[in-house]
């Protein structure tokens, strides 16, 4: 089992940045990839990016390439999520997920992680 706990979310202007954590603890070494999904009210949930713990490789959406940036410090167990120039569309409840022992199909599918967090929520005003 892996336990997740996000922080860092908020309101901010639209332009502004933000930085999300995730708390990771249990048996964290069975998780391949790591990743932020989001999901606004009314919409499903989708994947923003994600992180192959091993070598770092990052993976992201085409909404937020060049604004977000995945990272993590593997010796605190914490996953990042650094958003810049934020958008009145990026406003949805953000959470963190880890994969199990395996390389998903799509590393953004949300189907592919087995836990996740309760979410934190962001909000961008215009």
């Known amino acids: 089992q892996v336990q997740l706990v996000e922080s860092g979310g908020g309101s901010v202007q639209a332009g502004g940045s933000l930085r999300l954590s995730c708390a990771a603890s249990?048996?964290?070494?069975?998780?391949?990839?790591m990743a932020w999904f989001r999901q606004a009210p009314g919409k499903g949930r989708e994947g923003v990016a994600a992180i192959y713990r091993a070598s770092g490789s990052t993976y992201y959406a085409d909404s937020v390439k060049g604004r977000f940036t995945i990272s993590q410090d593997n010796a605190q167990n914490t996953l990042y999520l650094q958003m810049n120039s934020l958008e009145p569309e990026d406003t949805a409840m953000y959470y963190c997920?880890?994969?199990?022992?395996?390389?998903?199909?799509?590393?953004?599918?949300?189907?592919?992680?087995?836990?996740w967090g309760q979410g934190t929520q962001v909000t961008v005003s215009s």
């Open positions: 997920a880890a994969s199990g022992p395996r390389w998903p199909a799509s590393v953004l599918g949300k189907n592919e992680y087995n836990f």
């Open positions: 249990g048996h964290t070494r069975n998780s391949y990839y």
